[in-house]
């Protein structure tokens, strides 16, 4: 959109629009590889939109084989000199980093707002303000990489060392792009590794703008990041000989893709991929804290575009009613909007095609007998949202927990409910299911609490509240979910370094 059209569109957040459609214009058909933010080899570009309005944000480069050696090229000859700069130096490095990127937060989190159609009060800022955090937390964190001592005898000096793989890949999806950016690049430049990143290409911006601050820290080469498809530039990336470590997060058709690629050349890979979660509410729950924990939980206010997100939301048939009443008095209340707007809690979805995947299983629940809208289902009424993406918040139920409805990830703003009376008929139900990321409960019960902790098959667990999970929380999944954990220290230890035993035997003395 041209800059003189933005406050015609965009009313009283219109300055804020037109800083970031000019920044986005900046970044438009460039990459960042060795130091150099710049046109890329490809002459072929594709779309990024605002899902709010469909306007044109900018053009990303479409990145495929010759930009990815380039890419990789820059960040193997980086390499060497960045593993020999002392842990804690590189550490200082990414704080400072961070310190930067905190200095033009605002309009960062704006430039993200218009990419990814998240409202700026709700989604943009807190991510922006999370990314920062979780880079802080990894650049303190270079002193602790350290091996440990075996006592193996006299003479005998026999340790172990924590280093770097080499470069690694990074492959983000759209929905929290510069938190995982931080969650990826945070942990392996600090451990040492050089780095290249492919954003995604609903939201390959916002990320695009930290690389360039980071471009005044960190030595060419050590992080650089490239827009493109899948299978053109994620491919080869995850392919390429000289990448030695693949950290992926997005949907479990492609992570399985991806463990399939790094396995033919044994390379390790952590896959953070889909969810389809239970929050559990029990008859004793505080439920002046559950309801609203309903609706963080589902990330209505990220338009429900979250793995975390409890989509299967099991209530005790006695506070079934009060439960369900209460969450759509709120849902009712939230302001979808303009994401700009200080006042919007709700922004647009991503894309047609996620627009399109929410309403396929909407008609899907549609057409289930017995099945009962409780609020949402479409389109909201307003006529000013009807030109971008926006989908009301929807609670379902009389869904079976069989269903796709249930069984499969939506990855919108469609919440089903279940109700229950049996405690283990309850989690059974919860159980059965092909995924295995996060899981929260409600209760006053110790005991049903730790019955729950023990028993529930998922990765990230919590009782009595659904947080997103936070730099230094262990995250990540089991069954479809996953393979390793992020955003933590052991992330750091266990998935971006590798270990060497080293023994030296004096001999004889003398
Ligand atoms: P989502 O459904 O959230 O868009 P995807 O799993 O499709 O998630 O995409 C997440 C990331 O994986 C994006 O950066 C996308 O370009 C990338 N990607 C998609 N397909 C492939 C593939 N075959 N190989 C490597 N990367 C891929």
């Not at 695009?208 to 490239?226: Q, T």
């Not at 209505?300 to 009443?325: E, I, K, L, N």
């Not at 379902?396 to 796709?404: H, L, R, T």
């Not at 049996?422 to 609490?449: E, K, P, Q, V, Y």
């Amino acid at each position: 959109m041209p800059v003189s059209q933005v406050a015609v569109e965009f009313g009283r957040s219109a300055p804020l629009a037109a800083a970031a459609y000019k920044d986005a214009d900046r970044l438009s058909g460039k990459v960042l590889v060795d130091g150099v933010l710049g046109p890329p080899l490809t002459n072929e570009t594709f779309v990024v939109e605002n899902p709010a309005n469909m306007a044109v944000v900018a053009n990303a480069p479409r990145c495929r084989e010759a930009d990815v050696e380039r890419a990789v090229k820059s960040a193997h000859d980086a390499y060497p000199a960045w593993a020999a700069i002392p842990a804690r130096e590189r550490g200082r490095m990414v704080a400072r980093m961070a310190d930067l990127i905190e200095a033009e937060c605002e309009a960062i989190a704006a430039l993200l707002s218009l990419e990814t159609g998240n409202a700026l009060a709700t989604q943009a800022r807190p991510e922006m303000a999370g990314a920062i955090d979780m880079l802080r937390l990894f650049a303190g964190l270079g002193g602790e990489l350290k091996g440990r001592t075996v006592p193996s005898g006299p003479g005998i000096l026999h340790y172990t060392t924590r280093d770097p793989l080499g470069v690694v890949a990074g492959i983000i999806p759209w929905n929290a792009p510069v938190y995982l950016m931080a969650a990826k690049m945070g942990p392996a430049l600090v451990a040492g590794n050089t780095m290249v990143l492919k954003t995604a290409e609903q939201a390959p911006l916002t990320v695009l703008r930290c690389a360039e601050i980071a471009r005044h820290v960190l030595p060419p080469g050590v992080f650089n990041v490239i827009s493109g498809y899948g299978e053109e530039a994620g491919r080869p990336l995850a392919e390429h000989p000289l990448v030695r470590k693949v950290t992926f997060t997005g949907s479990w058709t492609v992570g399985r893709e991806i463990a399939g690629y790094v396995a033919a050349k044994l390379c390790p890979v952590t896959l953070e991929l889909g969810g389809k979660n239970p929050n559990i509410i029990m008859a004793d729950a505080d439920l002046e804290r559950a309801i609203p924990g309903v609706v963080q939980g589902m990330r209505f206010t990220r338009q429900g575009q979250s793995c975390t997100a409890g989509s299967r939301v099991f209530v005790h048939r006695a506070v079934y009613d009060r439960v369900v009443d209460g969450v759509v008095e709120r849902l009712e209340a939230l302001r979808l909007g303009d994401p700009l707007d200080e006042a919007t809690e709700v922004g647009a979805m991503i894309s047609e095609e996620q627009f399109d995947r929410c309403t396929y299983y909407v008609e899907m629940a549609r057409d289930t007998p017995g099945a009962r809208f409780l609020c949402g289902g479409g389109r909201p009424d307003d006529p000013d949202l009807r030109k971008g993406l926006f989908f009301s918040p929807t609670l379902i139920d009389g869904i079976p927990n069989d269903s796709p409805v249930c069984q499969e990830e939506i990855f919108g703003p469609v919440a089903c409910v279940l109700p229950w009376t049996d405690f283990d008929d309850m989690m059974a139900a919860a159980n059965d299911i092909a995924f295995g990321l996060a899981a929260t409960l409600w209760t006053r019960d110790l005991s049903r609490a730790m019955d729950f902790a023990e028993n529930i098959q998922a990765g990230f667990v919590q009782v009595n509240q659904y947080d997103t999970p936070q730099p230094n929380v262990a995250y990540g999944g089991l069954k479809r979910s996953g393979l390793g954990k992020e955003y933590s220290y052991e992330s750091m230890i266990d998935h971006f370094t590798t270990s060497k035993t080293i023994i030296i035997n004096r001999g004889t003395p003398g």
